[in-house]
């Protein structure tokens, strides 16, 4: 860089020296200025390769350790990298293992219930067929090893197999007491006969799962001497048991109706309103009375002769709509055709809402009701489905409520929907009924007016007024 500025400079000072020479008397050898100049520009290009020479000869000293220092730092760098691959890795590993696992748990947790339905189902089997008699020895089991209950549960089996059987025990009352007697089993018939009092009869099983006596099914005297092995005549359910269980499913119209789930609630609420609805509305028209041709009739006379007094007393007579139109028709009578039926026109429109009123509630209950049962039915079959999943199959009452819950709901929208469709149709037709006699009173009043110049009346006509005004 010195080297360039110094040629430069000289460069530039050639001129100046030319022209000095010019100015000067004394004229400078030009060979003399150059090697001048070209000794100046080796000197200071010795001195700046010596600077140069001594610079590098630093950088190849202080190369190695640079260079070493920068393998350290790659070194370092991929040791660091590599250790953050496998941590990612082992992270990866863990979570995949963690994933597994609640997977295996929540699979041993669905097996476990199913286990346990098919247990509930194996003892309400081994129950209904060894009876309360075998509840007790299944009751002395259920501090046994695995290995003994089973082996005694074969006995037992085999026991009842062969036929009847007598087994001491307790059994509980009316009261909830535990009475110690004996079990009597001839077949799937099973007795209780208390030890030291006349409680006595067939034997149900109870909400806590124990043998519960039937109040004044039995006598204890008797059911003794069959224990004994004699002939005698007891008392016994024909149905096992059943028609017990099926008076104990009956039930009423509360549970019934929260069996139904929570779209139960809506249906209802429908039901309320179409139910008020539907009377309002029949109060309203059971009020209406037809409309008597020879009534309107003895009107378009009154008004054709003018006695107004007269064609309002003969509309008092009417208790229907129909009779604002008449009394509409009357102030208008002395009016061109076209106004009078503008004017009743008018009066029949605005009788329409209030016949009207009512009406939509009905229908929109009639059209909603099966709408929401059958969205509760989706619900109670979705409920059935998930559990079926989880307990499978074995354990009806598990499934019951998702079941109870789609049936409940289709059977309340349908009671629902039915009555309030038919209920909309009659309240529809008779409404359409006052509405065509309306329309007949009308024209009937139209038609039987005369000419607007032939009705005799008392007051002058509008027209006249104005012109009068």
Not at 43 to 51: G, M, W
Request: proline content about 4%; charged content about 25%.
């Amino acid at each position: 860089m010195k080297f360039r500025l110094t040629l430069a400079s000289l460069l530039l000072a050639l001129p100046a020296v030319a022209l000095r020479g010019q100015d000067e008397p004394t004229e400078v050898d030009p060979a003399v200025a150059y090697r001048a100049a070209a000794e100046s520009i080796d000197a200071d290009l010795a001195e700046e390769l010596a600077k140069l020479a001594v610079l590098r000869e630093r950088i190849a000293s202080e190369k190695p350790a640079a260079a070493k220092a920068t393998s350290d730092v790659a070194d370092e760098l991929r040791d660091k990298r590599h250790l953050a691959e496998i941590a990612r890795q082992k992270s990866d590993t863990l979570e995949h293992e963690l994933a597994t696992v609640d997977q295996r748990i929540r699979l041993w947790r669905d097996e476990g219930k199913y286990i346990d339905s098919l247990l509930i189902d194996f003892r309400k089997q081994y129950e209904s067929q060894a009876g309360a008699a075998g509840y007790q020895e299944l009751s002395a089991m259920s501090a046994t090893p695995l290995k003994l209950a089973a082996q005694r549960l074969s006995e037992l089996a085999s026991i009842q197999l062969q036929g009847g059987r007598v087994v001491s025990g307790q059994a509980v009352d009316d009261a909830g007491q535990a009475i110690n007697g004996i079990f009597v089993e001839v077949g799937p018939l099973s007795w209780f006969a208390a030890e030291k009092d006349s409680l006595a009869g067939l034997v149900t099983e109870g909400r806590d799962l124990r043998p519960q006596v039937i109040a004044r099914t039995g006598n204890a005297d008797e059911l003794r001497a069959l224990a004994a092995g004699a002939e005698v005549s007891p008392v016994f359910d024909p149905t096992l048991g059943a028609a017990l269980a099926l008076s104990e499913a009956d039930t009423g119209f509360i549970d019934h109706i929260r069996q139904g789930g929570l779209w139960i609630y809506p249906i209802l609420l429908l039901a309320v309103i179409a139910i008020v609805a539907a009377v309002m509305k029949w109060l309203q028209i059971s009020r209406i009375r037809d409309v008597s041709p020879m009534v309107v009739r003895r009107v378009i006379d009154a008004v054709n002769a003018g006695d107004s007094i007269g064609a309002e007393a003969a509309v008092s007579e009417l208790n229907h709509p129909a009779a604002k139109l008449l009394r509409r028709g009357i102030a208008v009578a002395d009016q061109s055709r076209e106004f009078v039926e503008e004017s009743l026109y008018e009066e029949y429109v605005a009788a329409q809402p209030p016949l009207q009123r009512g009406l939509p509630l009905i229908a929109i209950a009639s059209a909603t009701a099966p709408l929401l049962g059958l969205l509760g039915t989706v619900t109670g079959m979705i409920a059935t489905f998930q559990r079926i999943r989880i307990f499978g199959t074995s354990d009806t009452n598990v499934i019951a409520g998702g079941i109870s819950e789609a049936l409940v709901t289709t059977e309340c929208g349908l009671a629902v929907a039915i009555p309030a469709v038919i209920i909309h149709a009659l309240l529809s037709r008779r409404v359409q009924g006052i509405r065509s006699a309306m329309e007949m009173t009308s024209l009937a009043f139209v038609n039987g007016l005369a000419k607007p110049g032939d009705v005799k009346t008392d007051k002058p006509s509008m027209k006249k007024e104005v012109e009068a005004s």
